[in-house]
């Protein structure tokens, strides 16, 4: 026998609410964590030494690897 369509169309269905909840949670997760970073004054992307931005000194966000260079560290 085939699978009742009724029950492939609730499954489907069920798929689809996850799915759309799943990237919703995701959307939030990032704008949270953007009001977290624009609450600390750091909305300008952080970098290391004296360029003025995010923290004095850097937030250690850029190493310096010579002139002009930067190592990105997490």
């Known amino acids: 026998m085939y699978p009742d369509p009724y029950a492939i169309r609730s499954r489907i269905d069920d798929l689809h609410r996850e799915a759309a909840h799943q990237r919703l949670a995701g959307e939030a ?5 953007a009001a977290r970073r624009r ?3 750091r909305d300008i ?3 290391d030494g004296p360029e003025g931005r995010g923290r004095p000194g850097g937030d ?8 002009g260079r930067f190592r990105l560290t997490a």
Do not use: C, S, Y
């Open 45 to 47: 992307p952080a970098q």
């Open 39 to 41: 609450e600390r004054g």
């Open 29 to 33: 997760r990032r704008l949270r964590r």
């Open 60 to 67: 250690g966000r850029r190493r310096r690897r010579g002139p």
